[in-house]
Nanobody
Framework: QVQLVESGGGLVQAGGSLRLSCAASGRTFSRYNMAWFRQAPGKEREFVSAIRWSGTTTLTADSVKGRFTISRDNAKNTVYLQMNSLKPEETAVYYC???????????????????WGQGTQVTVAS
């Protein structure tokens, strides 16, 4: 079992930056692929970015490519999402997720992630 706790959300002006963190419990974190998703009110949960357990490979949605960067520190059981040049339409609850399948492939599919955090609110003011 893995527990995920996100932090770092808040209110930021358009064009600003935030760094989200996701702290994981459990000794198996370093073997899980991890991802960030977001969900705006009235919309489906949307893939943002994923990172392989080793940290050597990432997958990022086109909508945030070049502005958002995912990273991880397995020694600290933490995954990060650096978000730059934020836009008002990116206001959402941001979720951290873990894929416990230990597969090689990074996935953008919500149901392929086994563990989820409670989310952290990001509000981008125009």
């Amino acid at each position: 079992q893995v527990q995920l706790v996100e932090s770092g959300g808040g209110l930021v002006q358009a064009g600003g930056s935030l760094r989200l963190s996701c702290a994981a419990s459990g000794r198996t974190f370093s073997r899980y692929n991890m991802a960030w998703f977001r969900q705006a009110p009235g919309k489906e949960r949307e893939f943002v970015s994923a990172i392989r357990w080793s940290g050597t490979t990432t997958l990022t949605a086109d909508s945030v490519k070049g502005r958002f960067t995912i990273s991880r520190d397995n020694a600290k059981n933490t995954v990060y999402l650096q978000m730059n040049s934020l836009k008002p339409e990116e206001t959402a609850v941001y979720y951290c997720a873990a894929d416990a399948s230990r597969g090689m492939r990074l996935t953008q599919t919500v149901y392929e992630y086994h563990y989820w955090g409670q989310g952290t609110q990001v509000t981008v003011a125009s």
